[in-house]
């Protein structure tokens, strides 16, 4: 069973961001159903896709001078951070921790982040004048 659907709810109409949030969506519905002998290699690639898809949103942000940077960065910032100390468990072997984060914490945080601070970014680059 999928943690998560890549629904029409959570597309925010900015094809960048749609194709790298489908990318998480594939990548956390992996990790829900990985052995635990492919968990720690899933688990890096969904780290590194989600540091490159926060650099790529705060570049577009700086690019396109949206007003919520600040809050959106430390958003990107605080999730990392919190990322990195389920990723040092499951280096380490303990991969339960990883599963709880994957399973209990990435499908309502990532809901919730697309549909508040990404749809209002994709709504300023969506609207900018050309």
């Given at each position: ?33 990985a052995d635990n002998a492919a968990f720690p ?19 577009w942000m700086a690019e396109f ?66």
């Amino acid at each position: 069973m999928a943690l998560l659907e890549n629904s029409a709810t959570l597309n925010v109409a900015y094809g960048p961001i749609d194709e790298d949030h489908a990318a998480f969506i594939g990548l956390l519905n992996a990790l829900a159903s990985a052995d635990n002998a492919a968990f720690p290699a899933l688990f890096q690639q969904l780290y590194e896709h989600t540091e490159q898809h926060f650099a790529r949103e705060d570049q577009w942000m700086a690019e396109f001078a949206y007003s919520g940077i600040a809050d959106h960065k430390g958003e990107h910032q605080r999730v990392l951070g919190e990322f990195k100390q389920f990723k040092s468990r499951v280096d380490k072997g303990l991969i339960v921790f990883g599963r709880s984060f994957v399973k209990e914490r990435l499908p309502q945080w990532l809901a919730l982040h697309i549909t508040t601070m990404d749809m209002a970014l994709a709504t300023h680059i969506n609207n900018r004048p050309s």
